[in-house]
């Protein structure tokens, strides 16, 4: 009996499917996920109009900023894709870059919710004021959350590639954030439609 | 020959059939932009509600699949993902409408 | 750096292979799963005497065992134990100890995520029955739950329960729902990607393919129930509106996202059980299961199909005429690829050899239980018929025969069946046959009743009754069920404590059994396979062992001859074990004393609890699966 030590991403195991079981375990998790998300937002649909003697949504919302936070977003996608890519190429220190800045847009997003949480607060919007602030903040908030952890994950990704960068060898763990990450923009994508534009256009 | 090896040949095939470049990401990165931008747009047009709503509803459609086709590979990858994100987001439109309208009452 | 023995910098890689380390520590899917079942069985246990107060207090009119709220707290709990930490990881242990034996495969797909599913379980189970503890404490306080196990708002919103109960059942069921999805993806990529060469999906055993289906359900429904319990969570924790009426709030949302999940849910507990007893079946009746390919299809329908039905729990909410139509409609297409199973299963033994084991005699049981409970099944999903049935002790019967009669049945058939090849040593027969007609007779004596003193009107839930309705014979008759159903249990414990105490040593295929689990050794070695077998055959086993089997026909036609390349899973050289980590225990310790922090609102706890899971991802993703190679001497090929 001989005793080596193996590290799991190190030697890729050969599949029925030819996929990384990594890959296909995490698929399994995002298609879960989205029944997570369609309850949530049925919630919110479910008790739309609902605002008590609160504010309405209409009051509340303001489109131009929600869209340049959408848009920080999307464009954290493409720098995650980036990130994926540069990585696979084997071009670790621009990985890593990328990464930083996915962190870093994730982060900004965060900030806007943040500031519009708040803003919302002070307009008289409670998680207790009425319906609408109920499902908005749960709804949102949730959404938050997952943008959070996934900026941890890119963080511990950074610490992962501290020496030498995100090469080759640890392309496989940025895909799978990047997976995520994606996951939690196409989440915003729905969101964005959904709660913020057709308020406003209906 | 098992069957279960051919599998795994074609599958392999399937997945070096192309490769994405930097240029792909960004390409679609911009016409995400430009959708956003669009979405942004046609908000404030008066008088035209069903036409806004059409296009909302394409719009962030069109974003949803560039997203997973591209950004997540699918195109590219093996369509046993394509398969098992498909299943979970049928569900969850059907659930939404289901509960959506059993809840109306 | 090449030599990552340490985990968080300071934590040494364990290797213990005995003691409470080793254990802790494991990876290994059929520890794991021996965890499991003992941990459920225990549970199982506690639930029964749950039950076994409850038919006590219902023994005659009038009686006081027990107070109104402790009786509500005891049903509440009953079904809260039996549903989700008895039953459901029963069949996990079945799943985790058998599927990768059954595909051919070294371990399940992420080892280390296993052992966390099994560690949030005991977490979670451990957490919601505190309040029993604290109940004992502070008997005025109603920690325990006592809303039902369906959780309705608004008996569980603050206003009606201001104890600790929906709270304590709010977070369990959250802390429990963490690990059975784990469980889902982990046997899902499991089964797609780890099958032995040859092994294709339509020659995998039967079981396999229920564990499959189930997984499938338990990731798409357990979202929902994630989703009501945090929305119920948010509601009692932080003043939320969801089922807030005062605010617009709509309770019966709460019932349509909890049978969004609950009934998928119902079938995730009988679907493991069918394929219990389809593996079963053809063991002791000498012959190959009757339509393998019919039961695969309609094991996948019924899964579907679970999720277009769950209305049919809340016909008597007032849905309206359309939509209770329509969910009796689906619900009533159910019949059909369950009828079909039945009817295999039937067909299977028809002209067979059969030999009258205990395992068989439980799969019958099952047989004859569970088309019981179906009957009555088909018979609420008729709108007019269940406005009279809904809340009485009809529904109770239905479920009992269904869970009870299907689904412990076949838990109880697997044991006998499986038992060799769990510990190396056979359970007796002759106490296991007396075993069998003591719970058969015992749980018919006691559940059969509920037909009709449901049909003569006594509510479900109800905690105590007056003379007079007629109701006085079948329930003492029902109690005494239930002592003779005792009595076979605790059969079953003396006959498990004797065949422990024997020295191991059992054939590999004491049964002349199918399947390739049985190749392997009993109890099976670390990495199960010397070499990873290659599959000609459905029952590939059966057909190496009896070439000229006969049966002609397709499964001589399915045999062909794969080439044995030994390049799936690494065959070659030595075998790839993963190694043990203290992470999965770590990051489920934190869970749980996270959701300790949240129910007490103690912010220690809570940043205890936060660090620990921390330390636990961290150290997980760091640590990598580790492990060793074990080169095994000569191949007996």
Known sequence: MSLETAHGHEHAEVTNTGIDNRKLGFWLFLSSETIFFACLLVGYLVYHGQNGSGPTPAELFEIPLTSISTFVLLMSSLSVVLGVFSAQQGHAKAARGWVAATALMGLVFLGFQAYEFTHFYHEGLTLSSSLFGTTFYVLTGFHGAHVAVGVIWLLSLLFHGRKGGLGQDKAGDVEIAGLYWHFVDIVWIVLFTVVYLLEAAM | MAKIQDRTATQAKVVERSHPTAKTFVGVGLVLFALTAAEFGIVYLEGMQPLVLAGLAIFSVLKFILVVGYFMHLRWDSKLLTWVFAVGMVLAVAIAIAQRYVNLA | ?637
Request: glycine residues 12%; neutral net charge; proline residues 5%.
């Open chain 3, 1 to 637: 750096m090449a030599t990552a023995a340490k985990t968080l910098g300071f934590i040494p890689r364990p290797t213990a292979e005995t003691g409470f380390v080793s254990w802790l520590t494991t990876v290994d899917h059929k520890r794991i799963g021996l965890m499991y079942g003992v941990t459920a069985f225990l549970f199982f246990l506690f639930g029964g005497l749950e039950a076994f107060v409850i038919r006590l207090q219902l023994m005659k009119p009038n009686l006081d065992v027990v107070t109104a709220d402790t009786f509500n707290a005891l049903f509440t709990m009953h079904a809260t134990t039996m549903i989700f930490l008895a039953i459901m990881p029963m069949l996990a242990a079945f799943m985790n100890f058998l599927l990768p034996l059954q595909i051919g495969a070294r371990d399940v797909a992420f080892p280390r995520l296993n052992a966390f599913s099994y560690w949030s379980y005991l977490g979670g189970g451990i957490f919601i029955n505190t309040s029993w503890v604290l109940q004992v404490l502070n008997p005025a306080g109603r920690a325990v739950p006592d809303s039902g196990w369906f959780g309705y708002a608004n008996l569980t919103t603050v206003n009606f329960s201001g104890g600790m109960g929906p709270d304590f059942w709010t977070i369990g069921l959250l802390l429990l729902g963490i690990g059975t999805l784990v469980s889902g993806f982990n046997f899902i990529t499991t089964i797609l990607n780890m099958r032995a060469p040859g092994m294709s999906l339509m020659r995998m055993p039967i079981f396999s393919w229920t564990t499959m289906v189930t997984s499938v359900l338990v990731i798409f429904s357990f979202p929902a129930i994630t989703v009501a319990l945090l929305m119920l969570l948010f509601d009692r924790q932080f003043e939320a509106n969801f089922f807030n009426v005062a605010a617009g709030g709509n309770v019966v949302f709460w019932q349509h996202l909890f049978w969004t999940f609950g009934h998928p849910e119902v079938y995730i507990l009988i679907l493991p059980a069918m394929g219990i007893v389809s593996e079963i079946l053809p063991t002791y009746s000498r012959k190959p299961l009757f339509g393998y390919s019919v039961m695969v299809f309609s094991t996948a329908l019924i899964g579907f199909m679970g999720f277009t039905v769950w209305s049919h729990h809340m016909f008597a909410v007032g849905m309206g005429p359309v939509v209770n139509t329509i969910f009796g409609l689906t619900t009533m297409a159910i019949a059909i690829p369950t009828g079909v199973k039945i009817f295999n299963w039937l067909s299977t033994m028809w002209g067979g050899r059969v030999k009258f084991t205990s395992a068989m005699l439980f799969a019958l049981g099952f047989i004859m239980c569970f088309t019981i409970g179906g009957l009555s099944g088909f018979m609420h999903a008729l709108p007019p018929a269940n406005t009279q049935q809904t809340d009485t002790y009809f529904i109770v019967a239905h479920i009992h025969y269904v869970l009870i009669g299907g689904s412990i049945f076949a838990i109880f058939g697997g044991i006998y069946h499986w038992f060799p090849k769990f510990f190396g040593r056979m359970l007796d027969e002759k106490l296991g046959k007396w075993n069998f007609w003591l719970m058969f007779a015992g749980f018919n004596m006691f559940a059969f009743p509920f037909h009709f003193l449901g049909l003569m009107g006594m509510p479900r839930r109800i905690y105590t009754y007056d003379t007079g309705f007629g109701w006085d014979f079948w329930n003492m008759f029902s109690t005494i069920g239930v002592w003779v159903l005792t009595a076979g249990i605790l059969l079953f414990i003396w006959n498990f404590v004797q065949a422990m105490r024997k020295p191991a040593g059992t054939l590999s295929d004491p049964w002349d059994a199918r399947t390739i689990e049985w190749t392997t050794a009993s109890p099976p070695l670390p990495y199960n396979f010397k070499e990873v077998p290659v599959i000609a055959a459905r029952d590939d086993f059966w057909y190496k062992k009896y070439p000229d089997a006969g049966h002609g026909g397709k499964a001589a036609k399915k045999q062909d001859q794969p080439h044995a390349a030994g390049a799936v899973h690494g065959g070659g050289h030595g075998i790839h074990m993963p190694g043990q980590s203290y992470m999965p225990a770590l990051l489920a310790l934190g869970i749980t004393l996270l959701g300790y922090g949240l129910l007490f609102s103690n912010m220690i706890t809570t940043i205890i609890g936060v660090t620990g899971i921390f330390a636990g991802m961290f150290g997980w993703a760091f640590e990598g699966d580790g492990g060793t190679v074990i080169e095994v001497a000569g191949g007996d090929d």
